[in-house]
């Protein structure tokens, strides 16, 4: 049991990049904060400066309160597991998961209780006799998380653990990690650039930009109130559409003068607001053109042109397959459903 205090934390590498300029993180014990943002955004970077496998420029690391800058990563009491599974391929799943702790001195018997308690959590009991080639890519991903959990550590730290595996694997583990977090109540921070799997295991999600964190809290707070265009963007499937105010205004034929706050330059509106069906008076309404129609099982994907909007608007509906490509629309929006951005700062007002 542990938590995570992330101070000041600067990190500037050998030849002069900054990484990271300045961040603050508070990871309470037992919490599972997931981290996560586009490629080359710092989260890799931050995971090993917590492991201690990269030195901190600036700021301090806290465990419990206690300052681990300098404590080497054997030293810190957490497991890692990352991508590649990094399983010993000449050992059994038996040795694989008792090596860390052979190492450790841990005695005999202690040994062989923590590994019989991790396989049979991890249900992989019937593979301790395999090799690593003897399994598939989600039981040897199962195996790499034993070898993190026969530990015990204070902390768990995970490096895109999934993202080797087929989406419908990815899907299933996802579901174990979380379920087996939970059990375990090990505080966690885990390293994704996949939102979906970001919104589904976090406690506490962490959208990264640029080595900055640009908003940070439960991942339903980040969809509803996204503090920025970045986060609207990024958090979301398929992304919220960001619109200028002066085309949204024509297209709506100039109703959002009277209407919104004057702050506003960007109008970000989810797929799934844009209704084909006229809910209130009150509604905007768009006359468009669906230039393409996605049916994507149990609803559809409309990519709408508008007369005076650049771009091409998404609409997420139940599914329909009464439209085809080429049909002329209507689209209603709901006034509250509108999200408002200040166009010079990407910040979003209110
Ligand atoms: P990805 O999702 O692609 O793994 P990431 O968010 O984990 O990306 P990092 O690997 O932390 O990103 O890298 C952050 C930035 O630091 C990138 O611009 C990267 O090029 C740079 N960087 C990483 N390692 C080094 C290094 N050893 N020396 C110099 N720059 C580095």
């Given at each position: 049991m542990a938590d995570l205090e992330l101070r000041g934390i600067q990190k500037v590498y050998g030849g002069g990049f900054t990484a990271i300029p300045q961040l603050d993180l508070d990871i309470a014990d037992g919490e599972l904060v997931v981290l996560v943002g586009p490629s080359g955004c710092g989260k890799s970077t931050l995971l090993r400066m917590i492991a201690g496998l990269e030195s901190i420029t600036a700021g301090e690391i806290r465990i419990d309160g206690a300052v681990v800058n300098t404590v080497e990563p054997a030293e810190r009491d957490i497991a890692m597991v990352f991508q590649n599974y990094a399983l010993y391929p000449h050992m059994s799943v038996r040795q694989n998961l008792e090596y860390g702790l052979k190492n450790r001195k841990t005695p005999r018997d202690e040994i062989a209780r923590r590994v019989d308690e991790a396989a049979r959590i991890l249900e992989i009991e019937p593979l301790l006799d395999r090799k690593p080639r003897q399994l598939s890519g989600g039981q040897r991903q199962r195996v790499a998380m034993g070898r993190a959990i026969v530990r015990h550590p204070k902390v768990f730290l995970f490096d895109e653990p999934l993202s080797n595996l087929d989406a419908k694997l990815r899907g299933q583990m996802r579901v174990e990690i979380r379920r087996l977090q939970r059990r375990l109540g090990t505080t966690s921070v885990y390293v994704t650039h996949d939102q979906l799997e970001a919104m589904t295991l976090a406690d506490k999600l962490v959208v990264m930009n640029k080595g900055q964190i640009e908003q940070v809290g439960k991942p339903m707070e980040l969809y509803s109130r996204p503090a920025s265009t970045f986060v609207a963007n990024f958090i979301g499937s398929p992304p919220m559409n960001l619109i200028p105010r002066a085309e949204l205004d024509?297209?709506?034929?100039?109703?959002?003068?009277?209407?919104?706050?004057?702050?506003?330059?960007?109008?970000?509106?989810?797929?799934?607001?844009?209704?084909?069906?006229?809910?209130?008076?009150?509604?905007?309404?768009?006359?468009?053109?669906?230039?393409?129609?996605?049916?994507?099982?149990?609803?559809?994907?409309?990519?709408?042109?508008?007369?005076?909007?650049?771009?091409t608007l998404t609409a997420v509906t139940p599914m329909r397959d009464d439209l085809q490509d080429g049909t002329a629309m209507k689209l209603y929006l709901p006034l509250d459903h509108l999200h408002l951005f200040d166009a010079q700062t990407s910040l979003r007002i209110d």
């Open positions: 024509k297209a709506v034929g100039g109703r959002l003068e009277a209407i919104l706050d004057k702050r506003a330059g960007i109008v970000g509106i989810r797929p799934d607001s844009l209704l084909l069906e006229r809910r209130a008076e009150s509604d905007l309404v768009l006359d468009g053109v669906a230039e393409l129609v996605e049916p994507v099982g149990g609803e559809c994907h409309f990519y709408v042109s508008i007369e005076g909007v650049q771009q």
